[in-house]
């Protein structure tokens, strides 16, 4: 079998282009410069990759010597599709990689986005539906471990003893997903056949509180004792605190938080009959 990812630049589109790899299933992966991620990949990549702009119409009419692809794997481009300019630039980027699939003879595509981007998701299921694709939509909760948005975060705010956390809300609730369970369950799912034309989510048993996440990422980085979080519900403030005291930029983390807020508890109910899953403890893949 032939899979084609789109989305190399994401977290997770990395770890699927090099760990779906296997003796019957050839991975394929397109990107603007496919040399940089060589460059600077921590984990040998055995997939071919091919220099394709995606945005580019004029990209899509040289011939690209890819196989027939079964499965086209497409990872979101934007961080959020509340955006009403990054949502045409996903539409365009996503219209495009459908005609790229359709020109090696593959009408099936996963498309991977975020479970805060919910109320988003109906412009993608109506493109999909308008060119004709069998699609499944999957919406990860947030992802965690070495690289990730999230250990960034925490990794710029444990440069300061004091953490102004910007908490819109009382409780901000994760299921966070483990780099090696998502990709376990990616594996586990024959999308040839399976959730054709529909919506999952997917995120860990565990629910844990954003200020639990970070205690963890602060025991195994650091000490807890050596820093104190502190909620501040302002955005404004948030950000004020941050850049005067903690000498921190903070405009995309506040961006981050309050997109984290808006969502919806990930429910994983609609997979979990098929599919017999081992979830790893949120402990270890931090």
């Known amino acids: 079998m032939n899979a084609l990812v789109c989305g190399l630049n994401t977290y997770l589109g990395k770890a699927i282009l090099t760990s779906l790899q ?10 603007r410069d496919a040399s ?12 071919k990759l091919f220099n394709v702009d995606i945005i580019r119409l004029s990209s899509l009419t040289f011939p690209i010597p890819l196989p027939q692809i079964d499965v086209s794997f497409y990872f979101t ?12 630039y996903e539409l365009l980027s996503l219209k495009n990689f459908i005609q790229l699939s359709k020109n ?10 975020r479970v805060y981007d919910k109320n988003n998701i109906i412009y993608i299921q109506q493109l999909f539906e308008k060119e004709g694709i ?46 090696s369970d998502f990709i376990q369950w990616v594996k586990q799912v024959d999308w040839q056949h399976d959730f054709i034309n529909e ?37 404004c403030l948030a950000k004020l605190l941050n850049r005067i005291v903690s000498k921190v930029s903070y405009d995309h983390y506040a961006d981050y938080i309050n997109t984290m807020s808006k969502r919806t508890l990930t429910d994983n109910s609609k997979w979990t009959n098929l599919i017999p899953f081992q979830y790893s403890k949120i402990e270890t893949a931090v």
């Open 134 to 179: 069998r699609y499944t939509i999957v919406l990860k909760d947030v992802a965690i471990g070495n690289g990730s948005a999230f250990d960034r975060f925490m990794q710029q705010m444990m440069t300061n003893k004091l953490i102004f956390l910007y908490k819109p809300i009382e409780k901000v609730i994760l299921r966070p997903v483990c780099l």
């Open 104 to 113: 090696n003879n593959c009408t099936r595509i996963v498309y991977f986005g």
């Open 77 to 88: 481009q934007i961080p959020d599709l509340a955006d009403e300019i990054g949502i045409q």
């Open 36 to 47: 940089l991620l060589e460059a600077r990949g921590a984990n040998p990549i055995n997939a």
């Open 199 to 235: 919506y999952l989510e997917f995120g860990a048993q565990q629910a844990v509180e954003i200020e639990e996440l970070m205690q963890l990422y602060l025991s195994k980085y650091s000490s807890p004792q050596k820093h104190k979080i502190i909620t501040i519900p302002y955005e």
């Open 22 to 31: 296997s003796e019957n299933l050839h991975v394929y992966g397109i990107m």
